[in-house]
């Protein structure tokens, strides 16, 4: 479970974060919507304590890690893996040495436990036949694949997505949204997904909250989004509203 409560976040009197309270529930997925700068990829930085709120407090499974040191919130952080808006692969590494690469830097595992752990996460995202590839070698698909089988290498119980769909055709886009969602039937992992995808937003969405200049607008079940009549919303919504309405029938 992941908590926000009243967080404001300020950089040289700009206000990325405006008053923004939350909630994950253990096991569900959480969309965060919203245009370009609404503050979507803050929130997660926040959540993973790479950034201290200048108010507010974060909890993680009711732990508040906003005062905690950097060595303090390592237990934590080890729990949540996130997949990055550009993936973050390195380049000079093949795909199995980048799946690997921070269980070789922070596990006590031996080389052969992590070989048969990478193998096992590159099976899991279908990526078995490209672990000797360079990423430049794969597509943009795969290369979030690999991300993916990289962000599950630890084992975690939290996963944040930053923009997992954004620049891929409608069939990768699929085949991203369908791992997301055999990660939290069949590992019971809590996510939250950063998108400005409405589609992917709805497939995946167990909640959603539209964000728009460092506020959270709405945060609720896809039916409360569809069936609001603010005028933000339903300027935000309007392009699938059609086919928002079908997705919850
Ligand atoms: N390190 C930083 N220093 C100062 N301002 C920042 C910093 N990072 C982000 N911002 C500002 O915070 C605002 C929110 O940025 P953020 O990256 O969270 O938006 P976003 O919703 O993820 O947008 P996008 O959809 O384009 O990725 C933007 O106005 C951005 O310029
Ligand atoms: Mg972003």
Redesign the pocket.
């Known amino acids: 479970m992941i908590r926000l409560e009243h967080v404001t976040v300020e950089?040289?009197n700009?206000t990325?974060l405006d008053d923004v309270s939350c909630q994950v529930i253990q096991g569900e997925t959480k969309v965060m919507l919203?245009?370009?700068?609404?503050?979507?990829?803050?929130?997660l930085k926040i959540i993973l304590g790479l950034w201290k709120p200048n108010r507010g407090s974060v909890f993680v499974d009711g732990t508040e890690i906003t005062d905690l040191s950097e060595r303090d919130k390592m237990p934590i952080r080890k729990r949540m893996s996130m997949v990055f808006?550009g993936n973050a692969l390195f380049d000079s590494l093949t795909v199995a040495e980048n799946v690997g690469f921070f269980l070789q830097e922070h596990s006590e595992m031996t080389p052969r436990e992590i070989k048969e752990r990478v193998k096992e996460c590159l099976e899991f995202v279908n990526l078995q036949d490209t672990q000797d590839l360079l990423p430049e070698e794969i597509s943009g698909g795969m290369k979030k694949r690999v991300a993916i089988a990289r962000a599950i290498a630890f084992h975690p119980e939290i996963i944040l997505y930053?923009?997992p769909t954004t620049g891929l055709d409608p069939l990768n886009a699929k085949i991203i949204t369908e791992l997301i969602m055999r990660l939290k039937k069949e590992r019971g992992i809590t996510s939250v997904v950063?998108t400005?995808i409405l589609r992917d937003a709805f497939a995946v969405g167990d909640s959603l909250a539209l964000?728009n200049d460092?506020r959270i607008i709405i945060d609720g079940s896809p039916h409360d989004l569809v069936s609001s009549t603010d005028q933000f919303i339903e300027s935000f919504l309007s392009e699938i509203r059609e086919e928002a309405n079908l997705l919850l029938q």
Do not use: Y
């Open positions: 950089f040289e700009r990325i919203g245009p370009s700068g609404a503050g979507k990829s803050s929130l808006q930053d923009e950063v400005h964000m460092g």
